[in-house]
Nanobody
Framework: QVQLVESGGGFVQPGGSLRLSCAAS????????MRWFRQAPGKERELVAS????????SFADSVKGRFTISRDNAKNTVYLQMNSLKPEDTAVYYC????????????WGQGTQVTVSS
């Protein structure tokens, strides 16, 4: 059974940091592009960051550039999102997504982890 399990969310004050993890199983992790999305109440789901299968390339939404870093460890089947200098507008449910390099319509989603940035 394919699983993507996010962890590391929680409450943090503005300016603080969190590190999200997504543990994958049930598919060939090293052949998938990994992405982090987020969705805040009343807003559309937003692509936050992506990383290719061998970490050759990464990309970030303009709103998080310079503050967030995406990385992966293919030996551990895990992708990470390091979030620094957090702002209240970063508050959202963060989702892990895996997209096949061979079949772009084949993807998987985790259940999400809540990140709340507030004073």
């Amino acid at each position: 059974q394919v699983q993507l399990v996010e962890s590391g969310g929680g409450f943090v004050q503005p300016g603080g940091s969190l590190r999200l993890s997504c543990a994958a199983s049930g598919f060939t992790f090293s052949t998938y592009t990994m992405r982090w999305f987020r969705q805040a109440p009343g807003k559309e789901r937003e692509l936050v960051a992506s990383i290719t299968s061998t970490s050759r390339s990464t990309s970030f939404a303009d709103s998080v550039k310079g503050r967030f870093t995406i990385s992966r460890d293919n030996a551990k089947n895990t992708v990470y999102l390091q979030m620094n200098s957090l702002k209240p507008e970063d508050t959202a449910v963060y989702y892990c997504n895996a997209q096949s390099n061979f079949w772009t319509t084949l993807d998987y989603w985790g259940q999400g982890t809540q990140v709340t940035v507030s004073s």
